[in-house]
């Protein structure tokens, strides 16, 4: 039997075996202990199957499994419905990258283009990759037919004389006896329906592990794929002067206003724009998020203009990069001000958090923009990219988002009296134990929102099932237990 086929049928078996885990562990909400059950099994059944067949996993994507498991890990930990979907994204980031680049082929030398390509090649393999590893890698002409062939098709004789004299025999005996009959039907009484979603619950889990499967270690491996630029298409000093000159000119413009704020004051802004001091704040901060956000494609996709060969656009490039940058970092400390401005006033929300946890990872990514492409190593940006973004997921993880607002909130109540109970009771179930502690030190109106919320989301969860055990509810589930919820209608 050849290596192609043998690792074709560990693969087939290896596949068969999650799908029905994944039929019996997925079915379940909210995520929890299931999708981290599930995405071991996925992974470990990659491993075994790549050591019975003889597959070296060496290169650099393989790492990418440990992270697969160690954000499923996170969705286990954290209730948060935001923050398990990025979770999510996270595992499936790094199982498709990692399909493509765990035998071989290169992370840290490949450009974004290729991140972003790679994970939609990967998902295409994984769509065909079942069909290919029944029609192509097995080669079903290798099996051993002596003693398997033989039996299969004694097994098929049988049934098809035993099943029609069985049928025959079988209508004889229930039409002449009513107690028979009652028994048939009994034994018979399936769920056609429910049976047949099971069946496609595995066969989706199945196909999904297979086209993993064969895609790691069938495909040959390779680099994840770049973009190259045209031999036709360039920019020259004098487009990247006026292209960046006049993005140095605005942006040094807003910088200049913004330090004349800063300087002057409330007073300033409210005798300048006719607006409230929060309401000011809030409208810059999500525009200047946009802002950070849409400079780094600009920057890249004019570096990536530029002829490799040609060093002094490149050296112009560093010049007015490198100060359009060093003033978005001014632009970005504004933004965040206008933030703590208006959290000062209003609180925090979901929003407001996660978007400043965006800037502080595009403030991250700037400063590995000037360490990487501006110093002529741009192939290095798009691993420092991922793992920045992987490392503030981690941080979010750590500084439990729900409970950081609520407690934010709390503070702000204790401050100016002002208190959104609908909210803090719409927070996910890392914050209600939280938000019961702080029960006492509500208005009574309060109180019974809270508590008519509260009684709403334990009624949304159910039963308690293992397979959705999560520590963020569990906390929950033991800190709304002592109190006297109101009957949900």
């Known amino acids: 039997m050849s290596d192609s086929t043998r690792t074709g049928l560990l693969s087939v078996a290896g596949a068969l075996l999650v799908g029905v885990l994944g039929d019996q562990l997925l079915q379940t909400l909210p995520p929890g202990l299931n999708w981290l ?47 398990q979907a990025l979770d999510v994204l996270a595992v499936g980031i790094c199982l498709g990258l990692a399909a493509l680049t765990a035998r071989g082929g290169s992370l840290t030398h490949s450009p974004v283009v290729g991140y ?8 295409l393999n994984h769509l065909i990759g ?47 006896d009513a107690v028979f009959e009652q028994m048939v039907s009994g034994l018979f009484n399936w769920n056609i329906g429910r049976l ?101 494609p ?25 100060s359009l940058v060093a003033m978005l970092f001014l632009i970005m400390g504004s933004a965040l001000q206008r933030m703590f401005l208006y959290q000062q006033e209003y609180g925090l929300t979901e929003l407001r958090l996660y978007t400043t946890a965006f800037m502080g990872w595009m403030a991250l990514l700037f400063a590995w923009f000037l360490w990487t492409v501006l ?16 490392a503030v997921l981690v941080v979010l993880h750590l500084v439990n988002p729900d409970m950081l607002i609520l407690r934010t909130n709390l503070d702000l109540k204790a401050q100016t009296g002002r208190f959104d109970a609908e909210y803090a009771a719409s927070l996910g179930p890392d914050a209600t134990a939280t938000l019961v502690a702080a029960l006492p030190d509500l208005s009574p109106e309060e109180q019974a929102v809270i508590r008519e919320r509260l009684a ?7 039963e308690f099932d293992w397979r959705s055990w999560n520590w963020g509810y569990s906390q929950a589930r033991a800190a709304v237990e002592p109190l006297q919820l109101p009957p949900v209608e």
């Not at 790679?118 to 998902?123: A, D, E, H, K, R």
Request: proline share 3%; glycine share 14%; hydrophobic share 55%.
């Open 37 to 83: 059950l599930w995405v071991c099994a996925l992974v470990t059944g990659l491993l075994l199957i790549a050591r019975q067949g003889r597959i070296a996993l060496t290169g650099e994507g393989r790492w990418l499994l440990g992270g697969a498991v160690l954000f499923a890990c996170g969705l286990v930990w954290r209730g948060s419905p935001l923050l």
């Open 375 to 390: 110093r002529g190593h741009r192939e290095r940006f798009a691993i420092g990219a991922m793992v920045s973004g992987f």
């Open 196 to 296: 047949v979603g099971h069946a496609l619950m595995i066969l989706f889990f199945g196909a999904l592990a297979a086209g993993f499967y064969r895609t790691t270690l069938r495909r040959e491996p390779q680099d994840l794929p770049g973009l190259e630029r045209p031999a036709s298409i360039g920019l020259g000093g004098v487009e990247l002067s006026i292209v960046l000159g006049l993005l140095n000119l605005l942006f040094l413009a807003f910088v200049l206003v913004q330090i004349r704020y800063l300087f002057g004051g409330a007073d300033l802004v409210l005798s300048t724009t006719g607006l409230t001091y929060a309401e000011y704040a809030r409208r810059g901060f999500f525009e200047l998020v946009q802002v950070s956000a849409l400079v780094l």
């Open 130 to 176: 079942p069909l290919l590893l029944l029609v192509d890698d097995i080669k079903w002409q290798e099996l051993p037919r002596t003693t398997w062939s033989s039996r299969l098709a004694a097994v098929g004789r049988g049934l098809l004389i035993g099943v029609p004299l069985l049928l025959i025999f079988g209508v004889l005996f229930i039409a002449a």
């Open 456 to 462: 709403q989301r334990m009624a949304d969860l159910g």
């Open 298 to 322: 600009v920057l890249l996709g004019l570096h990536w203009l530029i002829p490799a060969e040609r060093e002094r656009e490149h050296r112009l490039f560093r010049w007015l990069g490198g």
């Open 116 to 123: 972003v390509v790679g994970l939609i090649i990967s998902g």
